[in-house]
T-cell receptor, first 111, second 107 residues
Framework: EPEVTQTPSHQVTQMGQEVILRCVPI?????FYWYRQILGQKVEFLVS????????KSEIFDDQFSVERPDGSNFTLKIRSTKLEDSAMYFC?????????FGPGTRLTVT | KNEVEQSPQNLTAQEGEFITINCSYS?????LHWLQQHPGGGIVSLFM???GKKKHGRLIATINIQEKHSSLHITASHPRDSAVYIC?????????FGTGTRLQVFP
């Protein structure tokens, strides 16, 4: 059964560094999402992406964040200058219409 | 006030018990999802509902659009059902998540 994959599973970075989180969505899906979950808190929406552009973004998704689908298969989330409060689990999801399938997540630790 | 409220926050059950988790929401939705999150963190989609009722094995999910309420039922619960169950509603292009219900089922 096809699934969403994410790399790396765990990323440790220093404050101020740039990180790129990678996702490979399910191949025939058209909608792509990033969510984050700070430890002990609920999952929060970051951004949705459709037809090669951002369709909606949350207040969290400020100028430090960007998304890209560089080659038609990967879907990346870049954080330009990481802060301590960016430490969280980041989930990618893909789907068609209302359904969404989640990747296993990348745990980002900013020190 | 949270747009998606779940109850209870924590639930403990003996193996074999019938379990109900509730979700209420205050925003317009196009669909409601029930998700399962295990201690490792991964999220698995259990159901997507826009009306009525769905059943998969021992799991049943219902939604009442007029009352803005959904329930997830687990029949004949088993220790492997222990996880966090999350209700999430689709509002425009995003999902809005509840805080989750932590279920522990003891043998």
């Amino acid at each position: 059964e096809p699934e969403v994959t994410q790399t790396p599973s765990h990323q440790v970075t220093q404050m101020g560094q740039e990180v790129i989180l990678r996702c490979v969505p399910i191949s025939n899906h058209l909608y792509f999402y990033w969510y984050r979950q700070i430890l002990g808190q609920k999952v929060e929406f970051l951004v949705s992406f459709y037809n090669n552009e951002i369709s909606e973004k949350s207040e969290i998704f400020d100028d430090q964040f960007s998304v890209e689908r560089p080659d038609g298969s990967n879907f990346t989330l870049k954080i330009r200058s990481t802060k301590l409060e960016d430490s969280a689990m980041y989930f990618c999801a893909s789907g068609r219409e209302d359904e969404q399938y989640f990747g296993p997540g990348t745990r980002l630790t900013v020190t | 006030k949270n747009e998606v409220e779940q109850s209870p926050q924590n639930l403990t059950a003996q193996e074999g018990e019938f379990i109900t988790i509730n979700c209420s929401y205050s925003v317009g939705i196009s669909a409601l999802h029930w998700l399962q999150q295990h201690p490792g963190g991964g999220i698995v989609s259990l159901f997507m509902l826009s009306s009525g009722k769905k059943k998969h094995g021992r799991l049943i999910a219902t939604i009442n659009i007029q009352e803005k309420h959904s329930s997830l039922h687990i029949t004949a619960s088993h220790p492997r059902d222990s996880a966090v169950y999350i209700c999430a509603v689709r509002n425009t292009d995003k999902l809005i998540f509840g805080t989750g219900t932590r279920l522990q089922v003891f043998p």
